[in-house]
């Protein structure tokens, strides 16, 4: 059975400073792994994903994440916040077929 | 495209009656999925349609029923709503049930039973 982890149910960081989400994941085979972001009352949206090749991918706002299988993350990074980056982040983990497993969400607050 | 949409945006409902939840999607997916989301519970699947004509069970299913009445819709039926499912509920499709792709979600429904 897969799942996913993420440290941290809240994170606030400074605007300009780095921001950093975790995710771990399990999963019996490998995986293919998401990051969505959700804006208050609004629906989610993907940020990015890691399905093959590359482990460092690149997504939307400036996001990144690196897919890293001996430590089994996909950590979400992004340089330096923006106050429109405040919203709640979760990380979502997919097998070949329909399963579909997302974590539990970390909300991000941007300080000025 | 109007993606995946949702209605109504709000409800409100006394315990005991019943309403349906509409999805449709214009994106020509297989799958499409109901969630509820509830604060610190992240996201918890209700039912999934694998393609038309077939619906299966999610984690929390109780107190839900579901129809896939074509390749686009996607309803969730309460029948006797419980303050229990007051929540934000989510519908997604997804282009085929291949790992490697995403799931595109609608704007939810906030449901609210008193």
């Known amino acids: 059975a897969q799942s996913v982890t993420q440290l941290g149910s809240h994170v606030s960081v400074s605007e300009g400073a780095l921001v950093l989400l975790r995710c771990n994941y399990s999963?019996?085979?490998?995986?293919?792994l998401f990051w969505y972001v959700q804006y208050p009352n609004q629906g989610l949206q993907l940020l990015l994903k890691?399905?093959?090749?590359?482990?460092l991918v690149k997504g939307i706002n400036g996001f990144e994440a690196e897919f890293k299988k001996s430590e089994t993350s996909f950590h979400l990074t992004k340089p330096s916040a923006h106050m429109s980056d405040a919203a709640e982040y979760f990380c979502?983990?997919?097998?070949?077929?329909?399963?579909?497993?997302f974590g539990p969400g970390t909300r991000l607050s941007v300080l000025p | 495209n109007a993606g995946v949409t949702q209605t109504p945006k709000f409800q409100v409902l006394k315990t005991g009656q019943s309403m349906t939840l509409q999805c449709a999607q214009d994106?020509?997916?297989?799958?499409m999925y109901w969630y509820r989301q509830d604060p610190g519970m992240g996201l918890r699947l209700i039912y999934y349609?694998?393609?038309?004509?077939?619906?299966d069970k999610g984690e929390v299913p109780n107190g839900y029923n579901v129809s896939r009445l074509n390749k686009r819709e996607f309803s969730l039926r309460l029948e006797s709503a419980a303050p229990s499912q007051t929540s934000v509920y989510f519908c997604?499709?997804?282009?085929?049930?291949?790992?490697?792709?995403?799931?595109?979600f609608g704007p939810g429904t906030r449901l609210t039973v008193l």
């Open positions: 979502a983990v997919s097998d070949w077929g329909q399963n579909f497993v």
């Open positions: 997604a499709s997804r282009p085929q049930g291949r790992g490697h792709n995403e799931q595109f």
């Open positions: 999963s019996s085979v490998p995986p293919y």
């Open positions: 994106m020509n997916h297989n799958s």
């Open positions: 349609s694998a393609s038309e004509g077939t619906t």
């Open positions: 890691y399905t093959t090749g590359a482990t």
